[in-house]
T-cell receptor, first 113, second 115 residues
Framework: EPEVTQTPSHQVTQMGQEVILRCVPISNHLYFYWYRQILGQKVEFLVSFYNNEISEKSEIFDDQFSVERPDGSNFTLKIRSTKLEDSAMYFC???????????FGSGTQLSVL | AQSVAQPEDQVNVAEGNPLTVKCTYSVSGNPYLFWYVQYPNRGLQFLLKYITGDNLVKGSYGFEAEFNKSQTSFHLKKPSALVSDSALYFCAVRDMTDSSYKLIFGSGTRLLVRP
């Protein structure tokens, strides 16, 4: 079965630093998402991306966050100035249609010190 | 606002016995409902979905779920549990009448199947 791949699997950074989390969605998918899961808490929606633009974002996705699809394969999440509370597992997902099932990557565990 | 409740943090069942993982939801319109499973160090994997039609939906690995509109529930079931079913299970909902594609997840239920 095709997979969504995420790199790195673990990222440790200092507070205030910029991080970029990378994802390669499934090749024929058109909808892309970032979710995150703080340890012991729910999986939370961050942002959805379609047709080269953000289609929806949550309250969590403030000006410190941005997403980009720099080429035909990668989908990145950038956090400009990390905060302690950004520590979480970040999941990338993709789908071929907006209402259909999502395929998730294995996640990037971000630790902000 | 959309929400999902999974009232049990953990469900314990003996191998071979039936299992149920509970989920209730709240949406303003009609729901799309999903179950996902998460194994250690893995992403969430799709198990099954309800969009419309038959209230009993069948999914991967022998799992099924029953949509109950009057009780706003979508419980996950399996007639005979396997040790390998032990994992974290998430229920999720999307409002069908909403233009949003985001899924709202429950807090997850850990299933432990003992040999």
């Amino acid at each position: 079965e095709p997979e969504v791949t995420q790199t790195p699997s673990h990222q440790v950074t200092q507070m205030g630093q910029e991080v970029i989390l990378r994802c390669v969605p499934i090749s024929n998918h058109l909808y892309f998402y970032w979710y995150r899961q703080i340890l012991g808490q729910k999986v939370e929606f961050l942002v959805s991306f379609y047709n080269n633009e953000i289609s929806e974002k949550s309250e969590i996705f403030d000006d410190q966050f941005s997403v980009e699809r720099p080429d035909g394969s990668n989908f990145t999440l950038k956090i400009r100035s990390t905060k302690l509370e950004d520590s979480a597992m970040y999941f990338c997902a993709s789908s071929d249609r907006g209402h259909e099932k999502l395929f998730f990557g294995s996640g990037t565990q971000l630790s902000v010190l | 606002a959309q929400s999902v409740a999974q009232p049990e943090d953990q469900v314990n069942v003996a191998e071979g016995n039936p299992l149920t993982v509970k989920c209730t939801y709240s949406v303003s319109g009609n729901p799309y409902l999903f179950w996902y499973v998460q194994y250690p160090n893995r992403g969430l994997q799709f198990l099954l979905k309800y969009i419309t039609g038959d209230n009993l939906v069948k999914g991967s690995y022998g799992f099924e779920a029953e949509f109950n509109k009057s009780q706003t529930s979508f419980h996950l079931k399996k007639p005979s549990a396997l040790v390998s079913d032990s994992a974290l299970y998430f229920c999720a909902v999307r409002d069908m009448t909403d233009s949003s594609y985001k899924l709202i997840f429950g807090s997850g239920t850990r299933l432990l199947v003992r040999p």
